[in-house]
């Protein structure tokens, strides 16, 4: 815990740009799931390979890959997909909202 | 108590060994890179620079960590990597919210797995006794942000998608408490207010210019 509580002031500042980042008007006019808040979540992927990377018992391991498994599908998911090129018609907000 | 400053709160910390100037330095880019991604989505390149802030970050893991499995870790992202890749190349674009939900969905899956890896194996990470609380944390935002992922799908309640990115976020924050990585906690810290933010603007325009029922198509 003394590892957490070191991490603390990193912690605030990313919190602190994070909430500077979604600051309003910078994305008007892409929908809510271009907006990118998945794809920094996506950091979770590097948890994922210390995970599997560190597993010890073999029931440790397999979980781990699976986590890795699910992390690396997201990652492209949610890093990809908003890159995807929208016909013009398509660049609204498909319907969900955010 | 403050407890002292110094290299371990700049990366990963591993049964009290701290990280390189190399490794520390690699997390603290990877940060910066997605902050930037994050910042620069209106311009319709951020998501690149998260790509490269998440590259940044995975480098610098395998390179710093002993890995006894990497035959295998690299099949299972192959295989994982390919998967996502189909389907975001070849999905219609009306499916792609759809398959943002399931990324967040998946994200949710991963963070509950990497939680349970932690809890069965707290030796090779230097957990202590206290930080059960930061696993069940992170194993519990994973839960919620599948739970959310599930119900969003089937359209039973409306939501948005950038909660679930703030849900994701925290979760990945919890989980690098525990572990001590300084790009999980900035990275999920920035994800999930700014998910938050995101959230909470787009519900009071929703109730200001939407009628009522406005959700999922």
Redesign the interface.
Known sequence: MTGALALLPLFLAACAGGYIAARPGTDSDRPAWRSGTGGVAAILFVGALIAAAEAGSATARYIALIALLCASAASVLLLGVPERGLTPDGDGDDGVDG | M?????P???G???NGIGPSPVVAGAYLF??AL??L???L??GGH???W??A??VT??A???YS?????LP??VS??V???G???L???RSA??A??W??????G??G???M??A???W??P???GL?A??GL?LTLGFALGAMTLAGALA?AVGRR?????????G??W???A?????????????????????L???W??RRI?SRA?PSG????
């Open positions: 403050i407890p002292p400053v110094g371990a709160w700049l990963a910390q591993l990877s940060a997605l902050l991604g994050l910042s989505r209106s951020g998501n690149r998260a790509m802030g998440i970050g995975a610098a893991a395998v960590h002993d890995v006894v499995n295998e870790m299972v992202v295989i994982g990597g998967i996502g890749l389907l975001a190349r674009v009306a792609l919210p398959l943002m939900l399931a990324g967040h998946l994200l899956v991963a963070a797995a990497m349970a890896t932690l069965r194996n030796g090779a990470f202590a206290d930080d930061l969003l409306p939501g948005g998608l950038a909660l679930l990115g703030s994701a976020g979760a990945a924050a989980l690098g408490f525990a572990i001590g990585n300084s790009a999980m906690v900035v990275a999920g810290g920035m994800a999930g207010v700014a998910g933010r995101l959230a603007r787009a929703a939407l406005a959700g999922l198509p």
